[in-house]
């Protein structure tokens, strides 16, 4: 899809769901927290074609910047999501994306450092656009086992454009297992191999 065919794409989207979530942001990116930077809405149409994210299921969008995932997949999906943001600036825009957004009613935001977050048991679904370092990624699933544990149920996760830190990170936990991966590399120039979304799941 050419750069600009895809910039129309999502304005569009944006239009459509009554949200505003273009652009980049890194003022508050450090080595540990990543820049905002949203998930093309090709690669969550994707996402919610595979049918893994259903009407029923509770989605946790790990560094949700200003909303994208959690407005589009509960839209697309009739999901309840939840975002967690860090960025005091960049939750107020998902809160004000919120309030106007179509799917408004079953997404909820959280301003919260991630690491920290205890995971609500309801959550069977998690979303990550490479939001944080490795070393936050292990809290996080830690967080994610604690509450799995305390009530074991199917948890899918889900990594966009996950960096080999990531994968060698997700190989070592025991508890995981790899599941599915989503090819995108044709929505772009089709030779970035981390064009993908990757799946793991605990059962």
Request: aromatic fraction near 14%.
């Amino acid at each position: 899809m050419s750069g600009r065919s895809m910039e129309q794409e999502e304005n569009q989207w944006d239009r459509l769901l009554k949200i505003k979530t273009m652009g980049r942001d890194d003022s508050n990116a450090d080595q540990y927290r990543y820049p905002y930077e949203p998930t093309p809405y090709a690669v969550l149409e994707r996402l919610a074609n595979s049918g893994w994210i259903r009407k029923g299921d509770t989605l946790l969008d790990y560094g949700c910047g200003k909303g994208r995932v959690d407005c589009y997949l509960s839209y697309q999906t009739r999901c309840h999501s939840i975002g967690v943001e860090y960025d005091p600036r960049i939750y107020e825009a998902a809160a004000e994306n919120q309030k106007t957004a179509v799917s408004g009613g079953r997404t909820e935001f959280v301003l919260a450092d991630a690491g920290e977050f205890p995971v609500p048991e309801a959550v069977n679904r998690a979303y990550f656009f490479n939001p944080f370092s490795v070393e936050l990624l292990q809290k996080v699933i830690h967080r994610i086992l604690d509450s799995w544990y305390e009530r074991p149920r199917e948890i899918r996760l889900f990594f966009y454009y996950p960096s080999d830190e990531y994968m060698a990170y997700l190989m070592t936990v025991e508890e995981l297992m790899f599941a599915d991966e989503i090819d995108c590399r044709d929505l772009f120039d089709g030779k970035d191999a981390r064009e993908r979304i990757v799946e793991f799941m605990l059962e």
